[in-house]
Every structure is written in structure tokens, then in C-alpha cells.
């Protein structure tokens, strides 16, 4: 894959996560229009992100060229499994919009999970793209192979966490333990 779509990709997972903390930090807005299509965009984009990365970077750097940099990529596949885990959970406890009781609550999450994701996003920054020189390229200079269908499967699983109910509404969880700050 071509650093120059990687890095646009980071650039573009970070500036919904930038909006996404944006509105965690107001008070607690009793309607926000599009919620769920929002979350459902950033889904889709980090998680194609992901499945790409996997598919036609850590693979190829794992099998193809190995060395150092498969032991690099093959850290890379589970961190990024890892934060993958960590969305899911926060979707599936968190897939409506939350109560006012509920609202700080969401925003430390959030705000956690923004924060893994950002590490994640850097870290391949760091460690992975120096290594895209190595990756076999076609003509239009991409590398070959496709995206990891996992991580694909996960965006439509969790797509259908973030739409779950009557017009995405939020479930009534106020028995549940509330989950300790991180």
C-alpha cells in the first residue's frame, strides 16, 4: 500500500476521532442528529483501515519478507487485533446514545478508546510505514493481496450493534455496574 494512502488514512481516522471527542466533551445533548451514521462512518473507515493494513501490509511483511520486520508486523496484526476487541466491546455496551446519568460515564470511555486507536494509528506510523519500501508493488504501485475479510465481517457486525433498536435508541442499562474509569 502506497504511504501516501496510508498516511491519508491516518489523517483521516484521527480527524473523526478529533470530532468524535469534540462531542463527548460538551454537556450531554439530548438528541444528536446522524449519531449513528457518524459512528457507522468512522466504523467503517477505521475498520477497512485495519483490514487493509492486515490484508496487504502485516501479511506480506510476515510471509514475504520477513526478518525483523515480520516480527514488527507481526506485532503490528495483534495490537491491532487487540484495539479491534476493545471497539467491539465499547459498541456493543455503548450502541445508542447514552442517558444524561450515563454521559460521563460514555465520555471516559470514549475518550479511552479514542486514545488506544490514536496509539494504534501512531505506532503504525512509526514502525510499519518505514517498511512499506519493502512490500512487492503492481503497476499502480499497491501492494498485492486483499483485505482481511475479519475485520470486514467486524464492521457489519458492529454496524448492526450501532443501528440495534427502534430509530437508535439508546437500551436502558441502568442496572447494569457501570464500567471503572480508565
Known amino acids: 500500500m502506497p504511504v501516501e494512502r496510508v498516511l491519508k488514512q491516518h489523517g483521516h481516522i484521527l480527524a473523526n476521532a478529533d470530532a468524535l471527542e469534540a462531542l463527548v466533551s460538551g454537556p450531554w445533548p439530548a438528541q444528536v442528529d446522524g449519531l449513528g451514521f457518524r459512528r457507522w462512518m468512522f466504523t467503517r473507515d477505521l475498520m477497512l483501515h485495519f483490514a487493509k493494513m492486515e490484508g496487504q501490509v502485516y501479511g506480506p511483511l510476515m510471509d514475504d519478507v520477513g526478518g525483523d520486520a515480520a516480527g514488527t508486523a507481526s506485532r503490528a496484526s495483534a495490537e491491532t487485533a487487540a484495539v479491534v ?20 460515564t460514555y465520555a471516559r470511555s470514549i475518550r479511552w478508546l ?20 519493502r512490500l512487492p508493488t503492481n503497476d499502480d504501485g499497491a501492494c498485492p493481496g486483499k483485505p482481511d475479510h475479519r475485520y470486514v465481517a467486524d464492521a457489519w457486525e458492529i454496524r448492526e ?8 435508541v439508546a437500551e436502558n442499562d441502568a442496572d447494569r455496574d457501570e464500567p471503572e474509569a480508565a
Open 85 to 104: 476487541a476493545d471497539f467491539r466491546e465499547h459498541v456493543t455496551r455503548w450502541h445508542g446514545l447514552p442517558s444524561e446519568a450515563q454521559w460521563s
Open 161 to 168: 450493534l450501532i443501528f440495534a433498536g427502534s430509530g437508535f
Open 114 to 133: 479514542l486514545n488506544r486507536i490514536r496509539e494504534r494509528i501512531e505506532a503504525e506510523a512509526i514502525e510499519i510505514v518505514p517498511l512499506l519500501s
